[in-house]
Structure formats: structure tokens, C-alpha cells
């Protein structure tokens, strides 16, 4: 995955404003829903990702939510939670949900903003390269599981299997 391209100040105060102009200046096809929301979707190596930021200044959290484009039937889902804890195992920032209204997989991930301070274009940039690249790495995972038939742990060590060397 290349990295964000950005040439733009950090100094607004509200991170979505920050985000807003990440999404500008990457091309990406966004929607500003007031103040406090801003959607964009983009697309990847493996499918097209849903970005939800939300920014609550009362409490000064900033959500990032990721989705898959992967409609999870229900019946699969009982299966799919197993192989959330075990990607969320192999997380450091973040973690996979479900929601359940959408029916599908999301990353999400939640910043601390203290009073006064701000979210840095380089902490967004970073944050939303996260996001992105965990979304990528374990997107293979819950196509073996959900599509696959695949049991989560062998779904998981198929899709993280690292190769060495050439063919």
C-alpha cells in the first residue's frame, strides 16, 4: 500500500477538518457530515474500504472505523466472532468488531485528544494508514473463514503466512 500524500498545515483544531484535507489531497471520495462525521471510501488491493471519522469534542475522542466489503450472512456469523478474537490477538492498535446492523467486519480504532491540543496530520496520516494495512493483512482471513469454510485459526495462519525468498 503507498503511503498517504499530503501536503497541508496541521493546525486546525478539529481533526476532521485535518482529515478533510488528508482526504483532498489523496483523491478520495468523501462526504462531510456536519462538524463531527466524515465518510470516505477507497479502494485497495482486496476491495473497497468504508472510513467512518467521528469526533467528539466534548469528550476529545476521535473514531476511526474501517469496513470491509464483506456482507457476512447470518448464519456465518457465530463462526466469525472466533476469528475476530484471534485477529484482535495479533493487533497492537485497534481491534476488529462486527456490526451487526451493517453486517459487517470493521476496524476501529479510538484517540485520546487532550484539552487544548490537536491531532497532527502525521498522527492522521499514521492512524489511517493503520487502519488501512490491518484492514489488507486480515482481509484474506475472513474470505477463507466466510467464504472458504475454513475453521478461524487455519483461515488466520493461511492469511498472515509469510513467504521467504523468490519462486
Known amino acids: 500500500m503507498s503511503s498517504l500524500r499530503t501536503e497541508i498545515s496541521d493546525s486546525a483544531v ?9 482526504a483532498i489531497a489523496n483523491d478520495w471520495a468523501y ?9 470516505a471510501e477507497l479502494g485497495a488491493q482486496w476491495c473497497n474500504y468504508r472510513l467512518w471519522f467521528s469526533w467528539h469534542a466534548e469528550m476529545g475522542v476521535l473514531h476511526l472505523a474501517c469496513a470491509l466489503d464483506i456482507k457476512v450472512p447470518a448464519k456465518k456469523r457465530s463462526g466469525l466472532y472466533q476469528l475476530l478474537a484471534l485477529a484482535n490477538e495479533k493487533l497492537w492498535l485497534g481491534h476488529f468488531d462486527f456490526w451487526s446492523e451493517e453486517g459487517v467486519p470493521v476496524f476501529r480504532h479510538a484517540t485520546l485528544v487532550r484539552d487544548g491540543s490537536t491531532l497532527g496530520l502525521e498522527l492522521l496520516e499514521d492512524l489511517t494508514e493503520i487502519a488501512l494495512g490491518e484492514c489488507e493483512r486480515f482481509y484474506p482471513a475472513f474470505q477463507f473463514h466466510l467464504w472458504g469454510g475454513k475453521p478461524a485459526q487455519e483461515a488466520l495462519t493461511a492469511a498472515l503466512l509469510e513467504t521467504e525468498g523468490e519462486a
Not at 478539529?14 to 478533510?20: G, I, R, S, T
Open 31 to 39: 462526504e462531510r457530515h456536519g462538524e463531527d462525521e466524515l465518510a
Open 14 to 22: 478539529n481533526p476532521l477538518d485535518v482529515v478533510e484535507q488528508i
